[in-house]
C-alpha cells in the first residue's frame, strides 16, 4: 500500500500533466460535485492525492507519507473543504485557492499541536496573503521549527520501538548490547565495519534475517577477523547490520555511522 501510494506521490507529473483538466474544466467539475455529485466528490479527491501530498510536503519541508502522517490527513480535509468554499467569482484558480487553504489548515494544526504562543509582539512583520489576510512569517517560522523538533522527537522514539521489536526476534535486549558495546574505539570501528559488510551483502543478510543467525562461515570470506572475534560479538554486529540496513537514520546518526554507500 505505503509502495503505491509513493508511486503516486513520484507520478503527479504523470497523472496530473498533460492530461490534467484545464481551469475551466475544473470549475465545471467543482459546480457538480458543489450541486451534490458525491461519487464525483469522491473520485476528485481520489484522483487529487498526490496534488495534496506534493503540497503537504513542500509545505512541510519533509516527504509526507499519505498512510502514516497526521498532516496528511490535516491537508485533504482542507482539500474537501476548499472544494466546498470555491467560487469561479474569486478570480483565481481552483488549485491556487486548495494550497491556500490547505497551508492555512496546516499552519492552524502545528499551531494547536505545539500551544505555539509568540512572547514577543512580532506584528510589524505581519505580510498579506493571496486573500489580504494577515500572516505573520516570523511566528510561522517559529512554529514549524518547533513542531518539527516535536516530530524529530516521535521519529526517534519510534525508531528505538522498531528496533527494539526487531532484536527481540534475535533474542537480543537493550541492556545485552550495552553490556556487549566494545570499550575501545578502534574495536566499535571495526565491528561498524562488519556489520556494513554484512548489511551490504544481500544473501548474508537474507540468511541473518531468514534464520536469526549470524552466517559466520560466509562471513569470515569477507571480513579479516577470527570466527572467535565474530563470535564473541555476535549481538554486537547483528544489531550493527540491522541499523544498516533498516530504516533508522536516527540511530545511525546517534552512533556516528557514516554509511559511505548509502
Known sequence: MLLVLFKKFLGNKESHGKDEPQAS???????????????????F????QPYVAKVTSRFCKRFIDPARDDE???????????????????GRSFLGF?????????IDFIRKEQRFKGQIPYSSFDQEDEED?????IEVHQAIE??????????????IIDFNRCLSDFEISFS???????????SRQMLFGIGRTLAHDAELMRTLLTKRQLPIKEL???????????????????AIALIFNGPYPYLRDYLHIRDEES
Open 176 to 186: 545485552e548490547l550495552t553490556d556487549a558495546s566494545p570499550k575501545h574505539d578502534d
Open 72 to 90: 496528511f490527513s490535516i491537508a485533504l480535509a482542507a482539500f474537501n473543504e476548499a472544494i466546498n468554499q470555491y467560487s469561479s467569482v474569486m
Open 220 to 238: 569470515l570470506e569477507q571480513v579479516q577477523v577470527s570466527r572467535k572475534t565474530l563470535e564473541r560479538n555476535r549481538k554486537y554486529i547483528i
Open 133 to 137: 489576510n494577515l500572516m505573520n512569517p
Open 45 to 48: 479527491i481520489a484522483d487529487y
Open 25 to 43: 474544466s475544473l470549475e465545471v467539475i467543482i459546480h457538480q460535485i458543489q450541486s451534490g455529485d458525491l461519487r464525483l466528490r469522491n473520485q
Open 98 to 106: 486548495a494550497e491556500t487553504v490547505i497551508r492555512r489548515r496546516l
Open 146 to 159: 518547533a513542531y518539527e523538533k516535536q516530530k524529530g522527537l516521535e521519529e526517534r522514539r519510534s525508531e
